[in-house]
């Protein structure tokens, strides 16, 4: 037996088994039968099976080459058995004489000759063509059955009623329905039959039924009108009796289906003649036709449709009449068709009240009285229909939409909106912010759905929403043109500042460790309420990354909806370094952007716009590897060794753009960021080894193998350019157009003579005479220059801080989503203007720096600078008390740029003064600049406020005022009296003196606690200095506010409180009184030299600062320095001039509640002071009428027992005593307590004769008053403290009560008393005596 084959055997075994079964001649498993043909069988049923004509494989007598591919030979069809061919036959000619298709009748038409035939034009008609079909034409008449029933079924029940009821002649006539305009049969008179006869209701101008259809063309139009003629004939020939008898014998013998249709195509002819002919006749018959009302039909199963109307109710005026007829209109709901009316007028607002915002399909807003035309396609809602566009709420409605048209459209219209209202297009027009009423409908969750559609449409309408919501207009454009300012690449993380909740003091944190720590509840948050305070995080949380990378890789989207993703990825990227942590991190984004749009090779582009950007080199791709690699280094190393970026690098930068092979404007645009690309790499100090010919080189982070001497021949190729720049300055026009290119050589020219004084083993005389021949050949002739001075004049228009109003925040500014608002540009006389001087004169002071430090005998003619005009009444401006500008993120990012300039003149100033002497307005001038740009820098200058400190502020020559103190504290010291009278060491002259000799010592003070956070410190000097392998990355810190506290000078104290506050032992800190004689040193000669730095600190600061001087210790306040400092630091506050602003009944910076601090105060003082007078006064100051009575509340509550060591003298009160006693006391609590520590004896006047004078004034004032609106309680209160005081048993104490007139503070009481009362008085007292008398005696 044969095996079967088996897996794996090949061809040649297959033909094996075959010979093997054909040489032993067994009998087949399968018998093949052919089956006869379909109609009869087997055509030979006699033929034996085909058992032996098998089908044999052989491959020996195939040919080798395959058969020729030559026509066949043609086909017969095979005969059937039952009908043989004929042999003289063709079978083709017989398909073809029986084809019926339309090939065969279109290839015999024959044209009639219609060259004589007048051509028409067809006559306007108001009917459907087609004609529709009304089923009510073929159904009026027919009861109504009840039920549901299709309308199939109802027309077969009314069929199978008339067959099974065969009606008479008469009944038959009577219910079959009239035509439209007759009454029915019953109601016509014989007057009326001659009305109804055709030959009065027709003209018969032709027939209606008989056209000739069917007849040869020449007869037709014969043969129907010699028929139609005799039908004329005939019926002109009988009489009416007879036509209407003859009409019910065929109405009687006919099908009423047959006859229903012959009235309704005659009706459709007749309306269709009529209109016709009412067209082109106006006037006349056609009036009464338009104006003809039909009597319809009246049944009761079929009321009239104006039953159906409410009573009273208006008729809708529609377009079409509804009938019950039509398709489901069984019940016809009026209220459904009020869409089909004509649009209502609209109304005209006459009062202010609010309306719903409505937009274009351009996102333009539509005034509410504004009537446009529908063709616009604006109308097509349902509320306020009259009104022309869509509001927010119906575009939200449209994204839903089952229609991916509409979805993209609503989409394109909220993309429009957003950056009209971004761009400050809407004004006040609007009441609220569209993007907060868009982030709170949930409008970014939309757009992350709209992302996830299968629509390329939708998804590209969604992605230009998303570019829209999150990319300002104009912030990557002022980034870009100012990247090559001085520091232009550091930029601040767009992100909000309320996010980072971390203390102060964990600022030392390094970004990357802060980036990957989480706190749980942060990582378990949903994304909506992250997106709430942070739009980017919630987006960043919601799997974007993912879904924008495939749709780069996968989808491959069209140009603009890549570069809108490129633009999301770039804003993504400026959040902050977690933001572009993850950006770099997510699988495969970074290379499809790098492989996609960043090849090293490509077909050439074209002028004209491509259908793709893929394989195609793109500037936003190169843009975005450069915003990821200025958020840190580590980014830039990965992006440089782990994607070949080098080659990428190489091949856009050592190609010119002309031979890109791309558009002129791509090809630089791309060149641009390919070399602003290298520029960040190399301020970490990596990419170097793109500069040298070698390929060997490594781009670690190890420094760079370019040597000087391969660096040393650029500037005889940028010196030129300079000096070719420098002759556009007097031309206002040519200077802006140069743009940042003479910034740009000024700081080329600033860092290769930093460099090459760095070079150890050049000679130091070939750089100091190359700086000196620059010096006399470019720079000193530009100081002469009046264009030069004009630029200076113009810092105070541009400056940010003398002109807060070109800082304003956006229309459309949200904390939760930080953008520079500059959507709608800048003017040019701003600092970021195209006319603006700040770029140009940062980088020259810049350069002038370097010189002066190189060459110091160059400072003095470079200081020729700081003597301008404009510069001069630019720090006066900058000076004065104006107000500064509100921390916004752009407002952050121009005083920044400010600042850089103002440090750098102080720079080149305090150099100068090193070598010559400066005018005593100067050094002032300088000195006041210095400590209000220390007071306003911000995160990321920690550098520039720690050169701050030690060089302009506590330097000796900015202080002219100590060599000339003396009248000053001469005419401080005849005021003050707090100490001894005797002491010199209390007058301020002294003090300022030994303050100025203390200098060296004070500013180790304030660099000691004024230390900023000392990463930060390390990258900020990494960044100035130049140190390149030090610099952590590009992107500063945020910028929550200014570095330094508004009451910095103030800082040393608040630290030793805190320290003695929080230290367990209560052991005060090592050299506590140093610390606090240094910083009381340097407050009192800022309040006697520079009051315009302690402005930013209301003096109810100063006076609670003061005071924490006293709560550090129970010893400190009895140094005699420190005596001395805070009695002239109490006097300056209590200065005419300055007591009226002590307020300590609004908030304070930097304390959270003054009385709680003041009752702290009150427990040390009796614990204690032991009745030092300055810790006295300070008591007594708060305690002025015009303050809060919790105040006295507390003392005189509270703290009695304080009362006995508040020892002051009136005469070393550092206030007027008429500032306790007036206005007299209205609280009747405190007045209670007054009257009780008197009586008590807790109060007196020979321990506590301040106190005593303002309580005895006051009681005395209470007790005498007869104020008719008093309450009754008050009332009794009074009459019962003067009963009480006419029978105290102290006279003393009764004579003062009673007898009290003014205060004095030069008398021993402190107040003047009557020799004896008033009359009214006199009598007011004995009426109430006289009472107490009377009273008395009834008792007894």
Same mark, same amino acid.
């Given at each position: 037996?044969?095996?079967?084959?088996?897996?794996?055997?090949?061809?040649?075994?297959? @033909?094996?088994?075959?010979?093997?079964?054909?040489?032993?001649?067994?009998?087949?498993?399968?018998?093949?039968?052919?089956?006869?043909?379909?109609?009869?069988?087997?055509?030979?049923?006699?033929?034996?099976?085909?058992?032996?004509?098998?089908?044999?494989?052989?491959?020996?007598?195939?040919?080798?080459?395959?058969?020729?591919?030559?026509?066949?030979?043609?086909?017969?069809?095979?005969?059937?058995?039952?009908?043989?061919?004929?042999?003289?036959?063709?079978?083709?000619?017989?398909?073809?004489?029986?084809?019926?298709?339309?090939?065969?009748?279109?290839?015999?038409?024959?044209?009639?000759?219609?060259?004589?035939?007048?051509?028409?034009?067809?006559?306007?008609?108001?009917?459907?063509?087609?004609?529709?079909?009304?089923?009510?034409?073929?159904?009026?008449?027919?009861?109504?059955?009840?039920?549901?029933?299709?309308?199939?079924?109802?027309?077969?029940?009314?069929?199978?009623?008339?067959?099974?009821?065969?009606?008479?002649?008469?009944?038959?006539?009577?219910?079959?329905?009239?035509?439209?305009?007759?009454?029915?049969?019953?109601?016509?008179?014989?007057?009326?039959?001659?009305?109804?006869? /055709?030959?009065?209701?027709?003209?018969?101008?032709?027939?209606?039924?008989?056209?000739?259809?069917?007849?040869?063309?020449?007869?037709?139009?014969?043969?129907?009108?010699?028929?139609?003629?005799?039908?004329?004939?005939?019926?002109?020939? &009988?009489?009416?009796?007879?036509?209407?008898?003859?009409?019910?014998?065929?109405?009687?013998?006919?099908?009423?289906? @047959?006859?229903?249709?012959?009235?309704?195509?005659?009706?459709?002819?007749?309306?269709?003649?009529?209109?016709?002919?009412?067209?082109?006749?106006?006037?006349?018959?056609?009036?009464?036709?338009?104006?003809?009302?039909?009597? &319809?039909?009246?049944?009761?199963?079929?009321?009239?449709?104006?039953?159906?109307?409410? /009573?009273?109710?208006? *008729?809708?005026?529609?377009?079409?009449?509804?009938?019950?007829?039509?398709?489901?209109?069984?019940?016809?709901?009026?209220?459904?068709?009020?869409?089909?009316?004509?649009?209502?007028?609209?109304?005209?607002?006459?009062?202010?009240?609010?309306?719903?915002?409505?937009?274009?399909?351009?996102?333009?807003?539509?005034? /509410?009285?504004?009537?446009?035309?529908?063709?616009?396609?604006?109308?097509?809602?349902?509320?306020?229909?009259?009104?022309?566009?869509?509001?927010?709420?119906?575009?939200?409605?449209?994204?839903?939409?089952?229609?991916?048209?509409?979805?993209?459209?609503?989409?394109?219209?909220?993309?429009?909106?957003?950056?009209?209202?971004?761009?400050?297009?809407?004004?006040?027009?609007?009441?609220?912010?569209?993007?907060?009423?868009?982030?709170?409908?949930? =409008?970014?969750?939309?757009?992350?759905?709209?992302?996830?559609?299968?629509?390329?449409?939708?998804?590209?309408?969604?992605?230009?929403?998303?570019?829209?919501?999150?990319?300002?207009?104009?912030?990557?454009?002022?980034?870009?043109?100012?990247?090559?300012?001085?520091?232009?690449?550091?930029?601040?993380?767009?992100?909000?500042?309320?996010?980072?909740?971390?203390?102060?003091?964990?600022?030392?944190?390094?970004?990357?460790?802060?980036?990957?720590?989480?706190?749980?509840?942060?990582?378990?948050?949903?994304?909506?309420?992250?997106?709430?305070?942070?739009?980017?995080?919630?987006?960043?949380?919601?799997?974007?990354?993912?879904?924008?990378?495939?749709?780069?890789?996968?989808?491959?989207?069209?140009?603009?909806?890549?570069?809108?993703?490129?633009?999301?990825?770039?804003? @993504? *990227?400026?959040?902050? !370094?977690?933001?572009?942590?993850?950006?770099?991190?997510?699988?495969?984004?970074?290379?499809?952007?790098?492989?996609?749009?960043?090849?090293?090779?490509?077909?050439?582009?074209?002028?004209?716009?491509?259908?793709?950007?893929?394989?195609?080199?793109?500037?936003?791709?190169?843009?975005?590897?450069?915003?990821?690699?200025?958020?840190?280094?580590?980014?830039?190393?990965?992006?440089?060794?782990?994607?070949?970026?080098?080659?990428?690098?190489?091949?856009?930068?050592?190609?010119?753009?002309?031979?890109?092979?791309?558009?002129?404007?791509?090809?630089?645009?791309?060149?641009?960021?390919?070399?602003?690309?290298?520029?960040?790499?190399?301020?970490?100090?990596?990419?170097?080894?793109?500069?040298?010919?070698?390929?060997?080189?490594?781009?670690?982070?190890?420094?760079?193998?370019?040597?000087?001497?391969?660096?040393?021949?650029?500037?005889?190729?940028?010196?030129?350019?300079?000096?070719?720049?420098?002759?556009?300055?007097?031309?206002?026009?040519?200077?802006?157009?140069?743009?940042?290119?003479?910034?740009?050589?000024?700081?080329?020219?600033?860092?290769?003579?930093?460099?090459?004084?760095?070079?150890?083993?050049?000679?130091?005389?070939?750089?100091?005479?190359?700086?000196?021949?620059?010096?006399?050949?470019?720079?000193?002739?530009?100081?002469?220059?009046?264009?030069?001075?004009?630029?200076?004049?113009?810092?105070?228009?541009?400056?940010?801080?003398? +002109?807060?109003?070109?800082?304003?925040?956006?229309?459309?500014?949200?904390?939760?989503?930080?953008?520079?608002?500059?959507?709608?540009?800048?003017?040019?006389?701003?600092?970021?203007?195209?006319?603006?001087?700040?770029? =140009?004169?940062?980088?020259?002071?810049?350069?002038? +720096?370097?010189?002066?430090?190189?060459?110091?005998? !160059?400072?003095?003619?470079? *200081?020729?600078?700081?003597?301008?005009?404009?510069?001069?009444?630019?720090?006066?401006?900058?000076?004065?008390?104006?107000?500064?500008?509100?921390?916004?993120?752009?407002?952050?990012?121009?005083?920044?740029?400010?600042?850089?300039?103002?440090?750098?003149?102080?720079?080149?100033?305090?150099?100068?003064?090193?070598?010559?002497?400066?005018?005593?307005?100067?050094?002032? @001038?300088?000195?006041?600049?210095?400590?209000?740009?220390?007071s306003r820098l911000l995160p990321g200058s920690e550098h520039l406020a720690h050169e701050l400190l030690l060089s302009c502020v506590f330097r000796l020559e900015f202080l002219p005022e100590g060599a000339a103190g003396g009248p000053e504290a001469a005419d401080f010291s005849d005021r003050l009296s707090l100490g001894s009278g005797g002491d010199l060491g209390c007058e301020r002259g002294t003090l300022l003196a030994q303050a100025c000799q203390d200098l060296p010592s004070i500013r180790s003070c304030y660099l000691t606690h004024c230390s900023l956070a000392r990463a930060s410190l390390l990258a900020s000097q990494a960044l100035h200095r130049g140190e390149l392998q030090q610099v952590?990355?590009?992107?500063?810190?945020?910028?929550?506010?200014?570095? !330094?506290?508004?009451?910095?000078? =103030?800082?040393?104290?608040?630290?030793?409180?805190?320290?003695?506050?929080?230290?367990?032992?209560?052991?005060?800190?090592?050299?506590?009184?140093?610390?606090?004689?240094?910083?009381?040193?340097?407050?009192?000669?800022?309040?006697?030299?520079?009051?315009?730095?302690?402005?930013?600190?209301?003096?109810?600061?100063?006076?609670?600062?003061? &005071?924490?001087?006293?709560?550090?210790?129970?010893?400190?306040?009895?140094?005699?320095?420190?005596?001395?400092?805070?009695?002239?630091?109490?006097?300056?506050?209590?200065?005419?001039?300055v007591l009226p602003n002590l307020n300590l009944d609004c908030p304070l910076p930097g304390l959270t509640s003054f009385p709680d601090l003041y009752a702290n105060f009150l427990e040390h003082f009796e614990a204690v002071s032991f009745g030092d007078h300055l810790f006295g006064a300070l008591v007594l100051l708060p305690l002025q009428r015009r303050f809060s009575v919790t105040l006295r509340l507390a003392l005189f509550g509270e703290h009695v027992g304080a009362l006995r060591a508040l020892g002051l003298p009136l005469t070393q009160l550092p206030v007027s005593l008429e500032s306790y006693t007036a206005p007299p006391e209205d609280n009747l609590a405190l007045l209670q307590l007054y009257?009780?520590? !008197?009586?008590?004896?807790?109060?007196?006047?020979?321990?506590?004769?301040?106190?005593?004078?303002?309580?005895?004034?006051?009681? +005395?004032?209470?007790?005498?008053?007869?104020?008719?609106?008093?309450?009754?309680?008050?009332?009794?209160?009074?009459?019962?403290?003067?009963?009480?005081?006419?029978?105290?048993?102290?006279?003393?104490?009764?004579?003062?009560?009673?007898?009290?007139?003014?205060? +004095?503070?030069?008398?021993?009481?402190? =107040?003047?008393?009557?020799?004896?009362?008033?009359?009214?008085?006199?009598?007011?007292?004995?009426?109430?005596?006289?009472?107490?008398?009377?009273?008395?005696?009834?008792?007894?």
């Open positions: 037996m044969l095996s079967r084959p088996k897996p794996g055997e090949s061809e040649v075994d297959l @033909l094996r088994f075959q010979s093997q079964f054909l040489a032993a001649g067994a009998a087949p498993a399968v018998q093949l039968v052919k089956k006869g043909s379909r109609s009869g069988g087997d055509a030979n049923p006699d033929r034996p099976p085909l058992q032996d004509h098998r089908d044999v494989v052989m491959l020996d007598n195939l040919p080798d080459l395959p058969p020729a591919l030559v026509p066949a030979p043609p086909k017969r069809a095979r005969p059937s058995p039952g009908h043989p061919l004929p042999e003289h036959e063709d079978p083709e000619e017989r398909l073809n004489r029986h084809d019926k298709h339309i090939t065969a009748v279109l290839t015999k038409i024959i044209e009639r000759d219609t060259s004589s035939v007048a051509v028409n034009l067809p006559v306007p008609s108001g009917v459907a063509f087609p004609p529709v079909f009304h089923r009510s034409q073929g159904r009026q008449g027919k009861p109504a059955t009840s039920g549901k029933k299709s309308i199939f079924a109802q027309e077969i029940a009314a069929r199978r009623a008339s067959e099974a009821k065969v009606p008479p002649v008469g009944a038959v006539a009577s219910t079959l329905d009239p035509p439209e305009g007759a009454a029915t049969y019953e109601a016509i008179t014989p007057r009326e039959q001659g009305s109804q006869l /055709p030959w009065n209701s027709y003209s018969f101008q032709g027939p209606h039924l008989v056209t000739g259809k069917g007849l040869k063309s020449q007869e037709a139009e014969q043969e129907a009108q010699t028929i139609h003629e005799e039908n004329v004939a005939r019926l002109q020939a &009988m009489a009416p009796e007879e036509i209407l008898q003859e009409q019910q014998r065929l109405l009687a013998q006919l099908d009423p289906s @047959l006859v229903a249709f012959l009235r309704s195509h005659s009706r459709t002819c007749e309306q269709a003649e009529e209109k016709a002919t009412g067209e082109q006749r106006p006037g006349g018959r056609s009036a009464e036709v338009i104006g003809e009302e039909p009597i &319809m039909p009246t049944s009761s199963s079929e009321p009239r449709q104006e039953d159906e109307l409410e /009573p009273g109710a208006p *008729a809708l005026a529609l377009p079409v009449t509804p009938q019950k007829e039509w398709l489901h209109m069984d019940t016809v709901e009026l209220e459904k068709l009020h869409w089909t009316q004509d649009l209502p007028p609209l109304r005209r607002q006459q009062t202010q009240e609010r309306m719903q915002a409505r937009f274009s399909l351009q996102g333009e807003l539509l005034a /509410p009285s504004v009537d446009l035309p529908t063709h616009l396609g604006l109308h097509h809602h349902g509320e306020e229909a009259e009104r022309a566009g869509y509001s927010l709420q119906e575009l939200f409605h449209l994204t839903r939409s089952q229609v991916s048209q509409q979805r993209a459209l609503a989409l394109h219209v909220l993309a429009q909106v957003i950056g009209r209202a971004q761009a400050g297009e809407f004004g006040d027009r609007l009441v609220g912010s569209v993007l907060r009423l868009l982030l709170d409908a949930g =409008f970014l969750f939309l757009l992350r759905f709209s992302l996830d559609d299968r629509v390329d449409g939708v998804i590209a309408a969604a992605v230009r929403a998303l570019r829209a919501l999150l990319v300002a207009p104009g912030d990557e454009e002022l980034l870009d043109s100012t990247f090559s300012w001085y520091h232009g690449a550091l930029v601040f993380p767009l992100m909000p500042s309320q996010e980072d909740k971390e203390g102060e003091d964990e600022d030392e944190e390094p970004l990357a460790e802060k980036a990957k720590r989480k706190s749980p509840e942060e990582g378990n948050r949903p994304p909506s309420d992250v997106a709430r305070h942070d739009v980017i995080k919630g987006l960043l949380a919601t799997n974007l990354l993912p879904r924008l990378r495939y749709l780069l890789e996968v989808t491959c989207p069209g140009p603009s909806a890549v570069l809108d993703i490129l633009a999301v990825l770039i804003r @993504l *990227a400026r959040h902050s !370094l977690e933001s572009a942590t993850r950006v770099l991190e997510c699988p495969r984004l970074i290379e499809t952007v790098i492989q996609e749009f960043l090849p090293t090779s490509w077909s050439p582009m074209g002028v004209r716009p491509t259908l793709s950007l893929h394989r195609v080199p793109c500037a936003p791709a190169m843009k975005l590897l450069r915003v990821l690699a200025s958020a840190g280094r580590n980014i830039a190393a990965r992006l440089l060794s782990g994607f070949d970026l080098r080659s990428r690098l190489c091949r856009f930068i050592a190609e010119a753009p002309q031979d890109l092979a791309l558009p002129p404007e791509e090809a630089e645009t791309l060149s641009t960021e390919a070399f602003r690309l290298w520029a960040v790499a190399a301020s970490y100090g990596q990419g170097g080894d793109l500069y040298s010919d070698s390929a060997e080189a490594s781009l670690s982070s190890t420094p760079s193998s370019i040597t000087w001497t391969q660096v040393s021949g650029l500037q005889p190729l940028v010196e030129p350019c300079l000096r070719q720049t420098l002759k556009l300055l007097p031309r206002p026009e040519m200077w802006s157009a140069l743009g940042p290119v003479p910034t740009a050589c000024l700081l080329f020219l600033d860092a290769y003579y930093q460099a090459w004084s760095q070079q150890p083993g050049l000679c130091p005389g070939d750089w100091l005479q190359d700086t000196e021949r620059l010096s006399e050949e470019l720079l000193l002739p530009l100081l002469s220059q009046p264009a030069l001075g004009r630029l200076w004049h113009s810092l105070g228009c541009c400056s940010p801080h003398c +002109n807060p109003q070109s800082c304003a925040p956006a229309p459309e500014a949200l904390p939760s989503l930080v953008s520079l608002g500059c959507a709608g540009g800048h003017p040019p006389l701003s600092l970021a203007g195209s006319a603006s001087p700040f770029p =140009f004169l940062t980088a020259l002071l810049s350069l002038f +720096n370097t010189l002066g430090w190189i060459h110091k005998g !160059l400072c003095g003619q470079l *200081a020729a600078v700081l003597g301008a005009p404009g510069l001069q009444n630019y720090f006066l401006q900058c000076v004065a008390p104006v107000s500064a500008p509100h921390l916004t993120p752009f407002s952050a990012w121009a005083l920044r740029h400010e600042y850089h300039l103002q440090h750098l003149a102080l720079a080149l100033a305090q150099r100068v003064a090193t070598i010559q002497p400066v005018s005593a307005t100067s050094a002032a @001038l300088y000195h006041s600049m210095a400590l209000a740009l220390l952590p990355a590009l992107l500063l810190p945020v910028a929550k506010g200014p570095l !330094l506290p508004t009451d910095w000078p =103030f800082l040393p104290l608040i630290q030793l409180y805190h320290r003695a506050s929080d230290s367990p032992s209560g052991l005060p800190p090592a050299d506590t009184v140093g610390t606090a004689m240094r910083a009381l040193q340097w407050v009192l000669v800022l309040e006697s030299w520079r009051p315009q730095a302690l402005r930013a600190v209301p003096p109810a600061a100063r006076l609670a600062r003061l &005071m924490c001087v006293f709560l550090v210790d129970s010893e400190l306040f009895r140094e005699t320095p420190i005596q001395h400092l805070v009695a002239a630091l109490l006097a300056r506050l209590c200065q005419p001039e009257f009780r520590a !008197l009586v008590t004896g807790a109060l007196q006047s020979r321990w506590c004769p301040v106190l005593y004078a303002v309580a005895v004034a006051h009681v +005395n004032s209470f007790i005498f008053c007869q104020d008719p609106k008093s309450s009754d309680e008050v009332k009794a209160a009074r009459r019962s403290m003067l009963q009480k005081t006419w029978l105290l048993a102290d006279k003393g104490l009764r004579q003062h009560l009673l007898h009290y007139k003014l205060p +004095n503070s030069a008398l021993p009481e402190g =107040f003047e008393l009557y020799p004896q009362l008033p009359p009214l008085r006199q009598q007011y007292l004995q009426k109430l005596i006289s009472g107490v008398l009377q009273n008395g005696v009834s008792e007894t």
